[in-house]
């Protein structure tokens, strides 16, 4: 069974609906502050989510293929501090709450881990201490900061997204990465397969993008999908719960930038 951490109360009903209607894995959602969760209360749970949000991570390791039996965790602490659309206040903030889910990492030792922070947290030293606290309990770690335009979104919207592994546990299903054998032509430049292009094109395809799309046709005489807007309906103005969903999508991580980095890291770790 999973277990999620969500201390909003509109984003923890929702990750229950998430639940009951299936498109989650099925788990106990705890809206308690992280700061009052003891690492006792996590025994028995095969992946945890903390600062769960609605679910965004529990939806990038679907997309990405991790099995739901896999046991993992992942969390994106509060960014607020470190934003630059925030008061920047920094690791002095409450909001700070790396200490604290470090603090379980240690006490539980997870296996395998990943998350996320807005990248103007680097200027704060955020990254120096996951780095040194990880490090001193035995993980190795690494990040990267990828903007959600790498995989089609019409969005900026950077993020650094970590990763980390114990090196309590062996390295079984370790593989270096397998150079993909490509044909070539008469230049000698290679030649994708029609699979590995229709893979590349599922991948980033309209329906699991959160952004809506039409075509229009350029100067050029070619038809191009273009994006429009986001693809969470209705938001008008004066409708039920806007501001709520407004909120819940605004503080999300973008799954399939997600989905990207644990793919990234499955293709060395299995």
Partial sequence: MNYYNEWDSFAADWLKELIKDGLIPYGEVDSRSIADVEPSDLKGFT???FFAGIGGWSRALQLAGWSADRPVWTGSPPCQSFSAAGNQSGKEDLRHLWPVFFNLIRECRPSEIFGEQVANAIRFGWLD??????????????????????????????RLFFVAYSCDKRLQGHRRFEQESVQKDKENRPIRSASSKRQREERHSAEDSFWGTHTAK?????????????????????????????RGAGNAIVPQAAAEIIKAYMSCYR
Avoid: W
């Avoid at 201490?129 to 959600?148: G, I, K, R, T, W």
């Avoid at 070619?222 to 407004?246: D, E, H, V």
């Fill in 218 to 246: 350029f100067s050029d005489g070619k038809t191009r999908a273009i994006p429009t807007q986001p693809a969470l309906f209705p938001l008008a103005n004066g409708l039920p719960n806007r501001m709520g969903i407004l």
């Fill in 47 to 49: 992946q945890c989510h």
């Fill in 129 to 158: 201490d996951l780095y040194s606290d990880l490090e001193a309990s035995n993980y190795a770690s690494a990040a990267f900061v990828l903007p959600s335009c790498a995989i089609k979104s019409p969005h900026k919207r950077s």
